[in-house]
């Protein structure tokens, strides 16, 4: 079965200073990845996607991921926050179902911003 | 813009009530997602609808229904609110372009006592 894992629960990071966030994924094919993001009391907004190509995609608000199919991976990152920033941000990968497509979310990582 | 709009961003309601989330979407979407979200379980999908009057259950259907009548439209219905459905409910609607981007609304935080 599809799954997604957020290994981090919160992180903590400066002003200025970069960011990553992890994300792996268990999916047998190709797989379609999502970031979202989730500020104080809004919902959620996409950031970027992976469907094929150039392993490095970009998205809105400066920040970047990239697929690595070999460490199943597709970590976000930026390479200097902004108090704004802090929020919560989930990683999603698109299942196929009978249906139609689904969406399969991490657990989310609360992202802190230090002044 | 897309817009998502739920009907109430704080609920309460009593243990055995009937309740109804509504959701309304503007951008004529085909899709409609029901998903609720708790902490360190992220959100979990429990009810889709691809077209309307087409439903499909999600992940944790149990103790809820939905409907869809319209196509901007998509209610979550809890037919006997228990405590354990305490939690925020987000709604989402997406075109069957090949875009796959899922659009939000605010979310319904939901408490039943």
């Known amino acids: 079965a599809q799954s997604v894992t957020q290994p981090d629960i919160h992180i903590t990071v400066s002003e200025g200073a970069s960011l990553e966030l992890r994300c792996n994924y268990s999916?047998?094919?190709?797989?379609?990845l999502f970031w979202y993001v989730q500020s104080p009391g809004q919902g959620l907004q996409l950031l970027l996607k992976?469907?094929?190509?150039?392993?490095l995609v970009q998205g809105i608000k400066g920040f970047e991921a990239e697929f690595k199919r070999s460490q199943s991976s597709f970590n976000l990152r930026k390479p200097s926050v902004h108090w704004s920033d802090a929020a919560e941000y989930f990683c999603?990968?698109?299942?196929?179902?009978?249906?139609?497509?689904?969406?399969?979310f991490g657990t989310g990582t609360q992202l802190k911003v230090e002044l | 813009d897309v817009k998502v709009t739920q009907s109430s961003r704080y609920l309460v309601k009593r243990t055995g009530e009937k309740v109804f989330l509504e959701c309304v979407q503007d951008?004529?979407?085909?899709?409609m997602f029901w998903y609720r979200q708790d902490p360190g379980l992220g959100l979990r999908l429990i009810y889709f609808?691809?077209?309307?009057?087409?439903?499909e259950k999600g992940d944790i259907p149990e103790g809820y229904s939905v409907s869809r009548e319209k196509k901007e439209r998509f209610s979550l219905i809890l037919e006997s609110a228990s405590t354990n459905q305490t939690s925020m409910y987000l709604c989402?609607?997406?075109?069957?372009?090949?875009?796959?981007?899922?659009?939000f609304g605010p979310g319904t935080r939901l408490t039943v006592t």
């Open positions: 609808s691809y077209d309307v009057k087409m439903k």
């Open positions: 989402a609607s997406r075109s069957v372009d090949n875009s796959y981007e899922q659009y």
């Open positions: 992976y469907f094929s190509g150039d392993t």
């Open positions: 999603a990968v698109e299942r196929l179902t009978g249906g139609g497509n689904k969406l399969t």
């Open positions: 951008m004529d979407h085909e899709n």
């Open positions: 999916y047998g094919a190709t797989p379609y």
